[in-house]
Each structure stands twice: as structure tokens, then as C-alpha cells.
């Protein structure tokens, strides 16, 4: 009889685990279930579908249920929850969510792809009507929904979703409020380059209420009608979006006796197997390893997930690939300005040990004399004794997202700032001045760490 995987989650880690494990063994029985309406679904683009630049929820899905079977021998089951593993008798209980039915299913190989759950932070009110979320393609269809019957939105988390959402549905017309407990935006960032995000949502319109918490959803018959601060202000708000950060989905892992980690995450070796000999787990659900430092760490995105969906798919099959770790590089856009970044923070590294010291520098994206061109900043940190480059951030241009790519590379491969500063980079007038701003950065960084 052939091998039988199944596999939980039918998204970005989950079906690069099934598709993996279909290359590797044509023969390999496969069965994803998945919870939601939607397998392979990209939940990064629900931003531009709630805001409108995406018309057709449908254009987020990369292959439907119905193509996974005929393509790629993969039977994906939408509205199928797992609602129990029991890794002794290696079998799934599994509830189908459109009749209540529930049925138990035998597997020799199992991959946990649960990804992970909004958190919902412990504010009185939170579980009123009017209160969403941006996860998955319902909780999208459900604000897109909601923002073209209403007016006001106030956003809980100013976080990279956060701030997304709020571009959007200021678009799409909404007048919107960002209510950010942490000092300032995106807190890991250097700290002029989150007064620069500030200023760019307050130029478009949006209203930014950093270091403030929110202390009570208030609501009317039921149904959230605004906020109230710690300070005691009051707003009005049709919509609540809360974008307060993600948690792993290890609720089915720690039932089954796997074990959890940082902020439950499911512990899991450098093939991406569980503490269960049967059992790999990938993607959001699972504790990840920050490269630099070797520590346990969650940054939970789309480029990990469907990497470590690949390796755990490729290693149920037989295979022995590993999972490096992670640097957390993350690129974002808010209006015109893109922000991005990999590795350490300043205060990070400081908390790691090193003796950070970081530079920043503004560097025009092409030559000066060609039109068009705009200020990169990019912010080094690096370690004193070393030299060797710890992380980098950047704002500016959409050109800012190759740069700090180039930097993460420089990471991964130990790279000091003086050889950083002796790469050949590319150079022509529309596209690059003949310094480029990763040297004037690294040549800056040079200096600092004689001084
Ligand atoms: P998920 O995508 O969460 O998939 C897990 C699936 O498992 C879900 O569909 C869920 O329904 C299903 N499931 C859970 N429990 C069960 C169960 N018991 N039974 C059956 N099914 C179950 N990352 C980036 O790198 N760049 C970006 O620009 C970016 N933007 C984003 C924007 C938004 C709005 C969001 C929400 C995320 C964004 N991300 C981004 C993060 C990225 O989408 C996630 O890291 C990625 O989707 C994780 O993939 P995953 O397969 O591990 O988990």
C-alpha cells in the first residue's frame, strides 16, 4: 500500500510541504486538510484586496482544490478541521465544517502547517460586533465588506499589517486612526526612521496616537462604536481592526504532546522534525532560530514559511535538508515609502552581548543629475570588536528593498563592513550613483569603529 501524508494547513507552508513531498514521491498518498474556504491563498496581498487595488479575492489564490487534485495528485479538503492528533495510533480526527461530520484518518507521515492566530489583546469590549481582523480570506472579505458600509476605522497595532491596512483603507476613503502602545512605529526600527513612517501617514491623512493604549472598546446594542484610550479619549469608530500581532496555532501540537517553545511555537530540529519521529511541523506555527545569534526567535513570514514547507516536505519523503534559520528581513510599503530590514536591531544586538554601534546614512537611489531619483537611508549596525555587520535597515525608494537584500546576504555570510565596502555594486546613472548607498554606509561604519 502506498505511504499515506497528511497534512494540516493548506497554505504557504503546507502545500510547499505537500508539493514537495509530491516531487519527491509520485507514489505518496496526500491529503491536506485546510479549516477555511481557501487552499494556497497569498494573505500577504489582503491589504490591496481590502483597499480595492485587488478586485477578486479569487486573484489571491495561486491553485484552488479542485487544480491541486488534477495537477498535482493532492487532495485538499477545504472546511476541514483537524480537530485531534493522536500520534500513538497515527491518526486525525477531522470535523467537516459545512455538515458537522466527523471522521478519523491514518496517516504514516504528518505535517503540522497551523500557522498562526491573531492575539487578541485582554481589552474590555474586544469581542464585540464590529471588531475584525486581517488574517485569512474570510476576515479580509469581512472588513473589505465592512469598510464600504462605513466611514471610520481605528486600527489597534501599528505594526507592518497595521500600517498596511491603514494605507489601504484610507484609499479606499475611510478617515483612519492608528493607536500604537510602543513610543513609536515599528519599534525595531532605528528611531528617525520610524518619525519618518509617523510623518508620512500623517501627511496622508492618518491619524497616529503612538504610546497610547487602548483600555475599553465601547459599544452600543452589542456592536463596537469607538474606543477609549488610557488617557480617557474618546473616538468614535465604525470599524476596529485589531493588528496586535500573531501567535503560533500550537493548540493541536501541545494536545498531542509535541513540544512548544518560545511563545508556544512548536520545537522542531533543522529537517523540521518534531519532538515526534513521525511529526514535522513548518511554517508560523513553529519556534524558529535567529541565525545570527543561534537563540530561539519568532518572526513569523511568507519567504520562511514556504521554505521550511519545501524542507519538511522534502525530508517526510526521505530527504535530509535543513533549515538554516532566519534573519527576520522584512520589506514593507507605506504610501511612497518603503521600509526594510534584516537582522538585529541596535538594542538587540546591545542585548545579545556585542558592542553595537550603528551609522546612518542618505544617499540619492541614482546619480544626482538624473531626474527622478530619491533618498535612500540606511542605518548599519555592526559589531565594534569585529566589524562584522549585525543588521541593517533602510527607508526610502522601492529601491531601498534590494539594498537591504544585498545586506542580508553580507549577514549570512559574516561579512565585516570593510568587505562590505569592497564590493563591485553596479552602477549607471538611471539606476544607481557610482558610490552606492550600502558603500557610503559601510565606508561610514569603517570610520565609526576606529574612533
Ligand atoms: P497560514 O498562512 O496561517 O496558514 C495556516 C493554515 O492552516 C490556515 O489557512 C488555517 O486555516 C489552517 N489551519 C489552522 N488550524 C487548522 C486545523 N486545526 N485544521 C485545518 N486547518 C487548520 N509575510 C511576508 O513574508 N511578507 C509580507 O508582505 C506579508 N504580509 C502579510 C500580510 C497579511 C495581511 C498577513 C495576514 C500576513 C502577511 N505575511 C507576510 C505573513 C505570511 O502571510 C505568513 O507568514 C504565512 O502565511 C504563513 O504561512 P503558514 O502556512 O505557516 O500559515
Avoid at 514537495?20 to 497569498?42: L, N, T
Avoid at 483603507?169 to 526600527?189: H, I
Avoid at 527607508?395 to 542580508?408: C, F, P, Q, Y
Amino acid at each position: 500500500m502506498a505511504e499515506k501524508l497528511i497534512v494540516i494547513g493548506g497554505t504557504a507552508a503546507g502545500l510547499s510541504a505537500a508539493s514537495r513531498a509530491r516531487k519527491e514521491k509520485p507514489d505518496m498518498e496526500i491529503q491536506v486538510f485546510e479549516k477555511s474556504g481557501f487552499v494556497s491563498y497569498g494573505a500577504c496581498g489582503l491589504p490591496y484586496f481590502v483597499g480595492g487595488l485587488i478586485h477578486d479575492i479569487n486573484d489571491l489564490v495561486a491553485i484552488n482544490a479542485e487544480s491541486l487534485k488534477n495537477r498535482r495528485n493532492i487532495s485538499a479538503w477545504i472546511h476541514h478541521e483537524v480537530l485531534l492528533i493522536d500520534p500513538e495510533k497515527k491518526e486525525v480526527t477531522v470535523k467537516n465544517l459545512d455538515t458537522d461530520q466527523v471522521s478519523i484518518h491514518s496517516y504514516d507521515k504528518l505535517v503540522i502547517a497551523t500557522g498562526a492566530v491573531p492575539v487578541v489583546p485582554p481589552i474590555p469590549g474586544i469581542h464585540s460586533d464590529g471588531v475584525y481582523y486581517l488574517r485569512n480570506m474570510e476576515d479580509g472579505i469581512r472588513l473589505k465588506a465592512a469598510a464600504r458600509e462605513h466611514g471610520r476605522v481605528c486600527i489597534i497595532g501599528g505594526g507592518a499589517i497595521g500600517l498596511e491596512a491603514a494605507e489601504e483603507l484610507r484609499n479606499a476613503g475611510l478617515s483612519v486612526s492608528v493607536y500604537e502602545q510602543f513610543p513609536r512605529l515599528l519599534p525595531f526600527l532605528d528611531n528617525a526612521f520610524s518619525q519618518a513612517l509617523e510623518d508620512t501617514l500623517i501627511k496622508h491623512g492618518i491619524n497616529v496616537h503612538t504610546g497610547t493604549q487602548i483600555a475599553e472598546i465601547l459599544s452600543e446594542n452589542g456592536k463596537a462604536s469607538g474606543i477609549r484610550t488610557a488617557f480617557g479619549e474618546i473616538e468614535p469608530s465604525d470599524i476596529i481592526l485589531v493588528s496586535a500581532g500573531v501567535k503560533p496555532a500550537g493548540a493541536l501540537a501541545e494536545q498531542a504532546g509535541l513540544a512548544l517553545g518560545l511563545k508556544g511555537g512548536i520545537i522542531v530540529d533543522d529537517e523540521m522534525r518534531t519532538s515526534h519521529k513521525d511529526i514535522w511541523a513548518c511554517g508560523d506555527c513553529v519556534q524558529m532560530k535567529n541565525r545570527i545569534t543561534g537563540k530561539p526567535a519568532y518572526v513569523p513570514l511568507g519567504t520562511t514559511a514556504n521554505k521550511q514547507g519545501r524542507i519538511a516536505g522534502g525530508n517526510v519523503a526521505g530527504g535530509h535538508d535543513t533549515f538554516k534559520g532566519i534573519l527576520g528581513s522584512m520589506v514593507t510599503k507605506v504610501f511612497e515609502l518603503f521600509i526594510a530590514a534584516t537582522g538585529l536591531s541596535k538594542e538587540q544586538a546591545a542585548g545579545e552581548g556585542y558592542d553595537a554601534i550603528s551609522v546612518s546614512i542618505t544617499k540619492a537611489d541614482r546619480a544626482s543629475y538624473y531626474p527622478g531619483g530619491r533618498d535612500n537611508h540606511i542605518c548599519l549596525i555592526v559589531d565594534k570588536k569585529t566589524g562584522r555587520l549585525l543588521g541593517a535597515q533602510g527607508i526610502g525608494s522601492e529601491s531601498i528593498a534590494g539594498r537591504i537584500n544585498v545586506l542580508a546576504t553580507a549577514i549570512t555570510c559574516g561579512m565585516t563592513v570593510e568587505e562590505i565596502n569592497e564590493l563591485d555594486l553596479v552602477y549607471a546613472p538611471p539606476a544607481a550613483p557610482v558610490y552606492d548607498p550600502i558603500l557610503i554606509a559601510a565606508n561610514q561604519a569603517m570610520k565609526k569603529i576606529t574612533e
